[in-house]
């Protein structure tokens, strides 16, 4: 029985990680790529950014043509974190982030899997307190055949490495 209690409970913690619970920071939208669309390749980039924090930015990308779908660097996203004081450019690492996860859902949708998830974590040291701020940077998508769908970009804070350096 403890063992079975054991079990369950790593399951609903694990199944709670991947929980879509939280709104997302910012959605990616792909359509009308056509012939185009197995290569990634959009004509009308429209990037929306977040005015209010509550609604999430959107990214539409859409029609044939020769540019990637990715999100600009010179952008503010809406996290509640405070202005680092150290020099360090926190908004072009969530985007970097961001980028790199739609680099991924891409491959893996080329390569045949049109429906999953991926995450990369960012460290910045924290200037007021002298710690490290720890942010994980989660995206899933769900594209069609053509690789045209969704991609929701959710950032969630954590202080796993909440301690001094």
């Known amino acids: 029985m403890k063992k079975l209690l054991l079990i369950l409970s790593v399951c609903l913690m694990g199944l709670s990680v991947y929980a879509e619970g939280d709104k997302p920071i910012v959605i990616v939208h792909k359509s009308n790529g056509g012939y185009w669309a197995w290569l990634n390749l959009y004509n009308d980039i429209m990037y929306i950014p977040s005015e209010d924090g509550i609604q999430p930015a959107m990214l539409e990308c859409t029609g044939a043509g020769f540019s990637s779908c990715r999100v600009p660097r010179q952008n503010s996203f809406m996290v509640n974190n405070p202005v680092h004081q150290n020099g360090i450019n926190f908004d072009s690492m969530i985007a970097d982030a961001i980028n790199e996860i739609i680099a991924k859902s891409e491959e893996n949708g080329q390569r045949g899997t049109l429906q999953g ?49």
Do not use: P
Not at 143 to 157: H, M, V
């Open 117 to 165: 998830s991926t995450s990369k974590k960012i460290a910045v040291r924290n200037a007021t307190r002298g710690g490290v701020d720890t942010y994980f940077i989660q995206g899933s998508w769900k594209y069609n055949a053509y690789g045209e769908g969704y991609l929701k970009i959710y950032i969630n804070r954590s202080d796993i490495l909440d301690h001094r350096i």
